[in-house]
């Protein structure tokens, strides 16, 4: 019955799980810090040599990369706030009960239920059909009209972007529904005596009590879109106008064979990532923990 | 949207006017706006190509729906394409890498939720922290060692590597779900002789079946619907998944065969997402009790 027993127990059946992800996590991104500072690829003749800070020093140098670096910034703050709105109206609408609610909850949820990859090409043929298809000229039109009202591209980004804040969105919704319902009804009636304006009580109440919340699906919605590769690449066909970080690094490292520049580049993100979680977690910590 | 509060959360009070307005005029707007390209898709799988490609305003043009539906895109999914084979290779590489995460996740939960031992709290965090790495990190470093273990073009290339992202998630599950059970259970079966092991398989894990159903869902449907690691991973046509199958082998060049890649994709997914919608509820209150661990 000792304490040491319990110890032992405990690191035994943490063992698998450390195990896997040690070998599939850590390691690989201990081999990406690495291959970041050294000129691997396969297309090298020779060994492989280290080079520093070097391929940092050259995306800092290329233009191609800070463009890269301010779209995701863009594309990930745009469609962070917006999937927030979105998803705190939803939550708030589907907060109580009603006729058909649970048939509306699935048809909300389906978007991030369904693989993105196919759903995907649902929109790309929605927004950007092939030319000889019936509405092509009328799609054809729209493009025509935000591209030369916004300039070259901004019909890839605006669906890129549409694309994201409809798949997440959903999630955003669904998730903060869930924070919702966890919070004693009794607080909201509490409110609804104290003050008249719903405007206020929505900043008042429902906003610091959704706040753990809130902090999880912002940072959720960011990862997403800051490593939103795939949706970017079928979005527009693989002719990317736009590039993100993370197409740019797949470009490179898959057909470039250049895995050092691609790993420092997909390593650009981390920082970004780093602070999110850190004011995350800031957030997160409610300010009287129950003991564990 | 928040106009309305009446005493709850939900603003579904006052005037039918303010109803309208501040209820059911939005809510009809979000679902039509996120069913809208499903049904796209829906209508595109079954419309003949006679009528995919003619002009828009041509007669008897009637873009919103088909007059004659046809199933020659979905014949031609089974005829011409591997897509029975993209269907088994998927099912078995979720199935395996669930049940890897699933034996993981459930000791790990259940050390985190109940024993007490040094560096409990940071690993807790640190194994929620890997849940949220991107795969965008992680694509690189992994095409190289699964080439190095000559893994690449098969199935356990993606067996091996989907648990990075579920193990982390399910052990958060299970752990919350864990917290809930009461700890006097347990402490009644081991006065009564049982050992702590025992305790745990014969007690506490029946207990937490719904939480390892929502769990096992749960990592199910993330493999299923996983893109970015298929994709590097494999190469040749008979190992593809569903997705990267559908994408990659209906998609030659600049040419789309739309007919069949919608109903690849309406076939392929649409049993996997009414899962997941029946057992929302689950996956839900699994997420909610790791937020509020």
Known sequence: ?????????????????????????????????????????????????????????????????????????????VTCTVKLALGLGLALLLARPFRGRALVFMAIFLP???????????????????????????????????????????????SVTLFNIWRGSSFVGVFLLAGINAIPPELFEYAALESKSAWRRFWLVTVPLLKPFLALAVFLALTT?????????????????????GTH???????????????????????????????????????????? | ?????????????????????????????????????????????????????????????????????????????????M?????????FIALLSTLISLFCGLLAGYALARLRFPLAGGLGTSIFVTYLVPPTLLFIPLANI?????????????ILTYPTFLIPFCTWLLMGYFKTIPKELEECARIDGA?????????????????????????????WNEFIYALVFLSSPQQKTVPVGVVSELIRGDVFFWGPLMAGALLGSIPVALIYSFFVEHYVAGLTGAVKG
């Open chain 1, 1 to 77: 019955m000792g304490r040491a027993r319990d110890i032992r127990l405990a690191y035994l059946l943490l063992a698998p799980a450390l195990i896997l992800l040690v070998t599939a996590l850590a390691y690989p991104i201990g081999w990406e810090i690495w291959t970041s500072l050294t000129d691997l690829s396969p297309l090298n003749e020779g060994p492989t040599a280290f080079v520093g800070l070097e391929n940092y020093r050259r995306l800092a140098a290329d233009p191609a990369f800070w463009r890269a670096a301010t779209v995701t910034v863009v594309f990930a703050a």
């Open chain 1, 112 to 158: 991030w239920a369904y693989p993105a990859s196919v759903s995907v090409i649902g929109w790309y043929w929605t927004l950007s059909p092939p030319i000889p298809t019936a509405y092509s000229v009328f799609m054809g039109n729209m493009k025509y009209a935000v591209d030369s009202a916004l300039g070259g591209g901004a019909w890839a980004f605006l």
């Open chain 1, 225 to 245: 879109a800051f490593a939103d590769l795939a949706n970017v690449w079928m979005l527009t066909a693989g002719r990317i106008v736009y590039p993100v970080i």
């Open chain 1, 249 to 292: 690094a797949y470009w490179l490292a898959i057909h470039g064979g250049q895995f050092g520049p691609a790993s420092a580049l997909s390593l650009t993100l981390a920082p970004f990532l780093i602070t999110a979680l850190f004011l995350l977690f800031r957030m997160f910590d409610p300010p009287e923990r129950e003991p564990a």
């Open chain 2, 1 to 81: 949207m928040a106009g309305r509060a009446g005493s709850g959360a939900g603003m579904v009070e006052g005037s039918r006017w303010h109803k309208w307005v501040f209820f059911h005029v939005p809510l009809m707007v979000f679902v039509v706006g996120t069913l809208f390209p499903f049904y796209w898709m829906l209508v595109t799988a079954f419309r003949p190509d006679g009528e995919l490609y003619r002009p828009w305003r041509a007669v008897n043009n009637t873009p919103f729906w088909t007059t004659q539906p046809t199933l020659e895109h979905a014949i031609y999914l089974f005829k011409q394409t």
């Open chain 2, 83 to 91: 897509f029975a084979t993209w269907l088994w290779n998927t099912m």
């Open chain 2, 146 to 158: 699964i080439r190095d273990f000559r893994l690449g073009d098969t199935p356990w290339s993606l």
């Open chain 2, 195 to 223: 050992t702590r092991v025992r305790a745990m398989i014969q007690i506490i894990f029946p207990i937490a079946t719904p939480g390892i159903l929502s769990a096992g869902i749960f990592a199910f449907t993330l493999s």
